[in-house]
């Protein structure tokens, strides 16, 4: 870029005529006229790079910002926020003095290029998130959408992606507890992966993004800065890829687990000595990013040298080394006097660390590069000021069509033994089928807090080993419902996370999101996310649980071809003692499974329609939020006061799904009788929401009744814990060997 | 300044599934008439100074005692020309 | 009177404030030591945990062999202090040859993260006498390089003189040689194995199974009787 002479501020001022490639940077016409009104003149190439890349679509959120501002309009009042948007990540109360952090990112794109350090890196990337709120990371979650299960490209993505989450979460010691696992050919050639992670911390050690009191030092520590996916946020997270243009595809970063562990020992260790006032991790836009998020979240301004920043490739130019989007790094900002114990620490650690600037009086960040200055800028002109759009979006031409072709009009199992194979079918088709292969590339059991993983509704951690104090966490998110009505589609993933919460025996207390649709460039995908977002907006507003960040990944998409819209919902809960969680598996034969919840005839995005019929249409499950409140409220209850043993949630699958894994997990089978007014095929396959199965042991069958009674949730008995069949009375039976057989051969037999 | 590579190998009587798993992808691909792959690994060693018996020596305690696990691994040491050409 | 047991801290390592843990669950007073100290601080017996110790990047644990307090852990080991290693610290075991044979990549190439079932095959060593010989017990094992290789003769002898400690069962999770999941030296005082009994403490936590526990206990009891 600037291989003549250097392009510092007093060069850009006499020389305004100078072209600069604003185009290649991503930035648009009208977007760089805003910046060279904003700052009087043409910026320097460091600037444009600083500009460009804080105002691509992932790190302003130009598109979606508009909508997503509903999360905050529309949050319920709630006592236990302490952080909110805006930040790394929201922080949330759970009692005892503990706070605990939580956030889902995607790193879609990346890892769709190399699987392995696209994987690894993202969650590197969500772990510092979790480090720079001042909390200790506890657990990792990954929710996963790959394309067709027999797809021969899926089996060059899957392995990889979940290779380089164990390979990089594994080396950092953090137990994975949760995710999910869906394979859907709308994902091919744009594969999800998100990445969650939660952090745990006392109140009193939350930590902000900002750079107060002039004279403080900004210390740069860890890795090297090296010329890791240069423009990579503003090229490869922003525009879909192009096989024409293979120039746009810049190195992916590559990541180092290893490091990343010593930067987490080594920046508790300085937070528990009270030495830092603020931090920023360096992820997306590296240096551009946290240079200017801290100045601009501080009182004052700031000032760095360039020269300083430690490097792998003595060859970089400044632009490249603000760009630069090398792993491992991360910003503090230390009083004077405690810089030399910081960097003690971070010399028992064997991390590089070097005080790059300090804080400033004024209001503008000032970066210098062998004593001339090459950037002067307001930091929050870079950092918040970016563009805002209002998208044009429009409900497209086809929904009504898609929700016309309604799938409870597909035919139905007419014969016991059709009714039989289409439960085998089910429960091996690959996205209901056992995703242990998968799961058994992360350790569950490091940190020895792990109560429940997966495949259990929720991952549980405990957080204080005297009270037994506990966090759950739960992701969903159904693409296939969302495509046939957006606004439903999100209700339904957050009620599917907050049932999943509940069914552990945990209380709902907070939401994060990791939204995934495609251009939003197109009026049809932009609707989507519209009505994703209100959807979810108002659904947290209903169940009481507010958003406290999230993510946006657009431009997922091929040509025309945009993936479902995937809203992936976490939810949070709190449990005051964890020896009191409800596990999915049957404990005990002559134990009485409850259903909870109606069952109507409900079909539409259904596994079974996509198992049987390969159909997606008609319209998804209705939602009832304050049915789902009272059956949370039932589950926790029944949890408390120990009247029931398992409990599993109905989604994806419907009852026979739910009742194969408690069975399978349990190593104990079911005899269930189809109840009354329902028929078989509706009883076993519906995936109506606001559902879920319990076990009751019979000690404890009338005050379970009693209670359900009493609140107004119907609840059916269906059966009887038994055996080592799953019987339906009047149908079939199959045996645990034969179900487990077909449950867990799939995903191997596709991928090892 | 000269190049000492180590070439460190597993033994031959150690099964190596990475060099497998290779060997296997071969015919996928195209590749014919290969019996055996085995991985290893090459490390490159930048010495100052001259590369002489002494040196040499050091290097081969070097690897004998670090880069290698002499248990389940082999490995040789060898002056590299194109660098010293190089120079 | 309780015990000492010093727990070191390599920089990667994981599992050190989990195998803390276990020890003071177990009733002996847990005692952190550092990669960078010759120091053991007179503790009775050391713990080398899980993890992957500075990154692991040579070969699992060949780099932690060479830190300052693994010299002093070797002379002791030598001299009859007990020191356990599990995964990691079991892999740095035998790099540091206080047990024979060697780790390599689990043969299906992937880390792998079980309940697996073992049996004791040795009760007599250190940290193995509250458990019956030919008792079968259920231990998370977590690795990428778990598979355990050693030449015939090795294998011969360490079968000869019962120094295979422990034995996978039912399944072979990484293709170590004669299903050889930990071993012991001759004098009995240094044992290494693969899975974690630090992560089997605690019936609620992990696979919500105490069959890990008995490790802690037995040297414990060795220590304290002595």
Same mark, same amino acid.
Request: one cysteine or more; aromatic letters at 6%; a negative charge.
């Given at each position: 870029?600037?291989?003549?002479?250097?392009?510092?501020?007093?060069?850009?001022?006499?020389?305004?005529?100078?072209?600069?490639?604003?185009?290649?940077?991503?930035?648009?016409?009208?977007?760089?006229?805003?910046?060279?009104?904003?700052?009087?003149?043409?910026?320097?190439?460091? $600037?444009?790079?600083?500009?460009?890349?804080?105002?691509?679509?992932?790190?302003?959120?130009?598109?979606?910002?508009? &909508?997503?501002?509903?999360?905050?309009?529309?949050?319920?009042?709630?006592?236990?926020? !302490?952080?909110?948007?805006?930040?790394?990540?929201?922080?949330?109360?759970?009692?005892?003095?503990?706070?605990?952090?939580?956030?889902?990112?995607? &790193?879609? &794109?990346?890892?769709?290029? =190399?699987?392995?350090?696209?994987?690894?890196?993202?969650?590197?990337?969500?772990?510092?998130?979790?480090?720079? @709120?001042?909390?200790?990371?506890?657990?990792?979650?990954?929710?996963?959408?790959?394309?067709?299960?027999?797809?021969?490209?899926?089996?060059?993505?899957?392995?990889?992606?979940?290779?380089?989450?164990?390979?990089?979460?594994?080396?950092?010691?953090?137990?994975?507890?949760?995710?999910?696992?869906?394979?859907?050919?709308?994902?091919?050639?744009?594969?999800?992966?998100?990445?969650?992670?939660?952090?745990?911390?006392?109140?009193?050690?939350?930590?902000?993004?900002?750079?107060?009191?002039?004279?403080?030092?900004?210390?740069?520590?860890?890795?090297?800065?090296?010329?890791?996916?240069?423009?990579?946020?503003?090229?490869?997270?922003?525009?879909?890829?192009?096989?024409?243009?293979?120039?746009?595809?810049?190195?992916?970063?590559?990541?180092?687990?290893?490091?990343?562990?010593?930067?987490?020992?080594?920046?508790?260790?300085?937070?528990? =000595?009270?030495?830092?006032?603020?931090?920023?991790?360096?992820?997306?836009?590296?240096?551009?990013?946290?240079?200017?998020?801290?100045?601009?979240?501080?009182?004052?301004?700031?000032?760095?040298?360039?020269?300083?920043?430690?490097?792998?490739?003595?060859?970089?130019?400044?632009?490249?080394?603000?760009?630069?989007?090398? #792993? +491992?790094?991360? /910003?503090?900002?230390?009083?004077? =006097?405690?810089?030399?114990?910081?960097?003690?620490? /971070?010399?028992?650690?064997?991390?590089?660390?070097?005080?790059?600037?300090?804080?400033?009086?004024?209001?503008?960040?000032?970066?210098?590069?062998?004593?001339?200055?090459?950037?002067?800028?307001?930091?929050?002109?870079?950092?918040?000021?970016?563009?805002?759009? $209002?998208?044009?979006?429009?409900?497209?031409?086809?929904?009504?069509?898609?929700?016309?072709?309604?799938?409870?009009?597909?035919?139905?199992? +007419?014969?016991?033994?059709?009714?039989?194979?289409?439960?085998?079918?089910?429960?091996?088709?690959?996205? #209901?089928?056992?995703?242990?292969?998968?799961?058994?590339?992360?350790?569950?059991?490091?940190?020895?807090?792990?109560?429940?993983?997966?495949?259990?509704?929720?991952? @549980?951690?405990?957080?204080?080993?005297?009270?037994?104090?506990?966090?759950?966490?739960?992701?969903?998110?159904?693409?296939?419902?969302?495509?046939?009505?957006?606004?439903?589609?999100?209700? !339904?993933?957050?009620?599917?996370?907050?049932?999943?919460?509940?069914?552990?025996?945990?209380?709902?207390?907070?939401?994060?999101?990791?939204?995934?649709?495609?251009?939003?460039?197109?009026?049809?995908?932009?609707?989507?996310?519209?009505?994703?977002?209100?959807?979810?907006?108002?659904? /947290?507003?209903?169940?009481?649980?507010?958003?406290?960040?999230?993510?946006?990944?657009?431009?997922? #998409?091929?040509?025309?071809?945009?993936?479902?819209?995937?809203?992936?919902?976490?939810?949070?809960?709190?449990?005051?003692?964890?020896?009191?969680?409800?596990?999915?598996?049957?404990?005990?034969?002559?134990?009485?499974?409850?259903?909870?919840?109606?069952?109507?005839?409900?079909?539409?995005?259904?596994?079974?329609? #996509?198992?049987?019929?390969?159909?997606?249409?008609?319209?998804?499950?209705?939602?009832?939020?304050?049915? +789902?409140?009272?059956?949370? +409220?039932?589950?926790?209850?029944?949890?408390?006061?120990?009247?029931?043993?398992?409990?599993?949630?109905?989604?994806?699958?419907?009852?026979?799904?739910?009742?194969?894994?408690?069975?399978?997990?349990?190593?104990?089978?079911?005899?269930?009788?189809?109840?009354?007014?329902?028929?078989?095929?509706?009883?076993?396959?519906?995936?109506?929401?606001?559902?879920?199965?319990?076990?009751?042991?019979?000690?404890?069958?009338?005050?379970?009744?009693?209670? /359900?009674?009493?609140?107004?949730?119907?609840?059916?008995?269906?059966?009887?814990?038994?055996?080592?069949?799953?019987?339906?009375?009047?149908?079939?039976?199959?045996?645990?060997?034969?179900?487990?057989?077909?449950?867990?051969?799939?995903?191997?037999?596709?991928?090892? | 300044?000269?190049?000492?590579?180590?070439?460190?190998?597993?033994?031959?009587?150690?099964?190596?599934?990475?060099?497998?798993?290779?060997?296997?992808?071969?015919?996928?691909?195209?590749?014919?008439?290969?019996?055996?792959?085995?991985?290893?690994?090459?490390?490159?060693?930048?010495?100052?100074?001259?590369?002489?018996?002494?040196?040499?020596?050091?290097?081969?305690?070097?690897?004998?005692?670090?880069?290698?696990?002499?248990?389940?691994?082999?490995?040789?040491?060898?002056?590299?020309?194109?660098?010293?050409?190089?120079? | 009177?309780?015990?000492?047991?010093?727990?070191?801290?390599?920089?990667?390592?994981? %599992?050190?404030?989990?195998?803390?843990?276990?020890?003071?669950?177990?009733?002996?007073?847990?005692?952190?030591?550092?990669?960078?100290?010759?120091?053991?601080?007179?503790?009775?017996?050391?713990?080398?945990? *899980?993890?992957?110790?500075?990154?692991?990047?040579?070969?699992?644990?060949?780099?932690?062999?060479?830190?300052?307090?693994? %010299?002093?852990?070797?002379?002791?080991?030598?001299? *009859?202090?007990?020191?356990?290693?599990?995964?990691?610290?079991?892999?740095?075991?035998?790099?540091?040859?206080?047990?024979?044979?060697?780790?390599?990549?689990?043969?299906?190439?992937?880390?792998?993260?079980? %309940?697996?079932?073992?049996?004791?095959?040795?009760?007599?060593?250190?940290?193995?006498?509250?458990?019956?010989?030919?008792?079968?017990?259920?231990?998370?094992?977590?690795?990428?390089?778990?598979?355990?290789?050693?030449?015939?003769?090795?294998?011969?002898?360490?079968?000869?003189?019962?120094?295979?400690?422990?034995?996978?069962? %039912?399944?072979?999770?990484?293709?170590?040689?004669?299903?050889?999941?930990?071993?012991?030296?001759?004098?009995?005082?240094?044992?290494?194995?693969?899975?974690?009994?630090?992560?089997?403490?605690?019936?609620?936590?992990?696979?919500?199974?105490?069959?890990?526990?008995?490790?802690?206990?037995?040297?414990?009891?060795?220590?304290?009787?002595?």
């Amino acid at each position: 870029m600037s291989k003549t002479p250097l392009d510092t501020v007093e060069h850009a001022a006499a020389t305004p005529d100078v072209e600069l490639p604003w185009a290649e940077l991503g930035l648009k016409k009208d977007e760089y006229e805003r910046v060279v009104e904003i700052l009087g003149r043409r910026p320097t190439g460091a $600037e444009l790079a600083m500009y460009s890349v804080m105002w691509s679509e992932h790190c302003s959120y130009k598109s979606s910002k508009v &909508h997503l501002r509903q999360f905050g309009e529309k949050a319920p009042e709630s006592d236990a926020m !302490l952080v909110g948007i805006g930040e790394n990540a929201g922080v949330v109360d759970v009692g005892q003095g503990y706070a605990v952090t939580f956030k889902v990112e995607s &790193h879609n &794109h990346p890892s769709y290029v =190399e699987p392995y350090q696209g994987a690894a890196t993202g969650v590197g990337g969500i772990v510092r998130d979790i480090i720079a @709120m001042g909390a200790r990371p506890v657990a990792v979650v990954d929710p996963l959408r790959f394309g067709a299960a027999d797809h021969p490209d899926t089996k060059r993505v899957l392995p990889g992606v979940v290779a380089g989450i164990g390979g990089y979460g594994n080396c950092l010691g953090l137990p994975n507890i949760g995710g999910e696992v869906v394979f859907d050919a709308c994902y091919q050639g744009n594969p999800l992966v998100n990445a969650g992670a939660i952090g745990v911390m006392r109140h009193e050690d939350i930590h902000l993004a900002k750079a107060s009191g002039a004279g403080n030092k900004v210390i740069l520590y860890g890795a090297r800065t090296g010329g890791d996916g240069i423009g990579g946020a503003s090229i490869l997270a922003s525009e879909t890829f192009d096989d024409a243009k293979p120039s746009k595809r810049p190195a992916v970063q590559v990541g180092d687990p290893f490091q990343e562990k010593l930067l987490i020992e080594c920046t508790l260790e300085a937070f528990q =000595e009270k030495l830092v006032v603020g931090i920023q991790d360096l992820g997306a836009a590296g240096l551009s990013c946290a240079t200017s998020e801290l100045a601009s979240n501080g009182s004052g301004g700031m000032r760095v040298t360039l020269d300083d920043v430690p490097l792998r490739d003595s060859t970089l130019s400044p632009e490249e080394i603000l760009m630069s989007e090398s #792993q +491992e790094r991360m /910003c503090a900002v230390v009083e004077p =006097e405690k810089v030399d114990r910081f960097l003690e620490i /971070c010399d028992k650690w064997d991390v590089i660390a070097t005080v790059i600037g300090e804080v400033t009086d004024g209001d503008r960040l000032e970066i210098f590069w062998h004593g001339e200055k090459i950037v002067d800028v307001d930091p929050r002109t870079v950092a918040h000021d970016g563009p805002v759009y $209002e998208r044009p979006y429009a409900r497209p031409s086809w929904q009504d069509e898609l929700q016309a072709d309604d799938a409870n009009k597909l035919p139905r199992p +007419e014969t016991s033994e059709e009714l039989k194979d289409q439960v085998l079918k089910l429960v091996g088709s690959p996205n #209901q089928a056992s995703k242990q292969w998968i799961t058994q590339q992360y350790d569950h059991f490091v940190q020895g807090n792990t109560v429940l993983a997966q495949p259990e509704d929720s991952g @549980m951690i405990r957080v204080d080993e005297e009270s037994g104090l506990g966090v759950a966490i739960a992701t969903d998110g159904n693409g296939r419902y969302a495509k046939l009505d957006p606004y439903t589609g999100a209700q !339904l993933a957050l009620a599917e996370a907050y049932r999943n919460v509940a069914t552990t025996g945990a209380k709902p207390l907070a939401v994060s999101d990791c939204l995934n649709f495609g251009s939003p460039e197109d009026p049809a995908v932009m609707w989507q996310f519209a009505e994703a977002v209100r959807g979810l907006a108002d659904g /947290c507003q209903q169940l009481g649980t507010p958003v406290t960040g999230g993510n946006v990944s657009l431009y997922n #998409q091929t040509g025309e071809a945009a993936i479902h819209p995937t809203p992936v919902v976490a939810v949070l809960g709190v449990i005051d003692d964890v020896a009191r969680r409800t596990p999915v598996a049957f404990q005990e034969d002559g134990q009485l499974l409850y259903l909870l919840g109606d069952t109507r005839e409900e079909f539409g995005g259904s596994a079974w329609s #996509q198992v049987i019929h390969d159909h997606l249409g008609g319209l998804p499950p209705k939602v009832d939020l304050e049915r +789902e409140r009272l059956l949370a +409220e039932i589950l926790i209850s029944a949890s408390r006061d120990g009247m029931i043993d398992s409990a599993h949630d109905l989604s994806d699958g419907g009852l026979i799904q739910a009742v194969v894994e408690s069975a399978l997990l349990g190593g104990k089978g079911a005899r269930l009788v189809v109840p009354d007014g329902l028929d078989a095929f509706t009883f076993l396959f519906s995936e109506s929401a606001g559902r879920a199965i319990v076990a009751v042991p019979r000690s404890e069958e009338l005050r379970f009744n009693d209670m /359900c009674g009493a609140r107004g949730l119907p609840a059916t008995r269906i059966g009887v814990v038994d055996g080592d069949t799953v019987e339906v009375q009047g149908e079939f039976s199959l045996s645990l060997a034969e179900l487990r057989e077909v449950h867990e051969r799939t995903i191997p037999a596709l991928l090892a | 300044m000269a190049r000492v590579v180590v070439d460190v190998m597993l033994k031959p009587e150690i099964l190596d599934p990475q060099g497998q798993a290779v060997q296997r992808a071969l015919p996928r691909l195209g590749f014919e008439g290969i019996s055996d792959v085995r991985q290893g690994k090459r490390f490159e060693l930048e010495v100052d100074g001259p590369v002489d018996e002494a040196a040499l020596a050091r290097i081969n305690d070097l690897a004998e005692s670090f880069l290698a696990n002499t248990v389940i691994e082999d490995f040789t040491v060898r002056v590299e020309e194109v660098a010293e050409a190089a120079k | 009177m309780t015990a000492r047991i010093g727990v070191v801290t390599f920089p990667g390592s994981l %599992d050190d404030r989990d195998t803390q843990r276990a020890i003071r669950v177990a009733g002996a007073e847990p005692v952190a030591l550092w990669h960078k100290d010759k120091d053991l601080k007179q503790v009775d017996a050391v713990v080398l945990c *899980g993890g992957f110790s500075y990154g692991d990047y040579l070969r699992a644990g060949a780099i932690a062999r060479f830190s300052p307090v693994m %010299d002093t852990v070797i002379d002791q080991a030598k001299a *009859g202090l007990p020191v356990l290693g599990i995964c990691n610290g079991f892999q740095i075991l035998t790099e540091a040859h206080l047990l024979p044979g060697g780790m390599l990549g689990n043969d299906h190439l992937h880390f792998i993260c079980r %309940d697996q079932k073992l049996r004791v095959e040795n009760a007599d060593t250190a940290w193995t006498t509250d458990y019956e010989a030919g008792q079968e017990i259920h231990i998370p094992l977590k690795n990428m390089d778990g598979r355990y290789v050693a030449d015939q003769r090795t294998l011969d002898e360490l079968e000869a003189e019962g120094r295979v400690a422990f034995r996978y069962v %039912d399944f072979n999770p990484n293709g170590s040689l004669n299903d050889i999941a930990g071993i012991t030296n001759e004098a009995g005082n240094v044992v290494g194995l693969m899975p974690h009994p630090e992560h089997a403490v605690e019936s609620l936590i992990g696979t919500g199974r105490t069959d890990g526990l008995p490790f802690f206990t037995s040297i414990l009891k060795k220590l304290v009787n002595a």
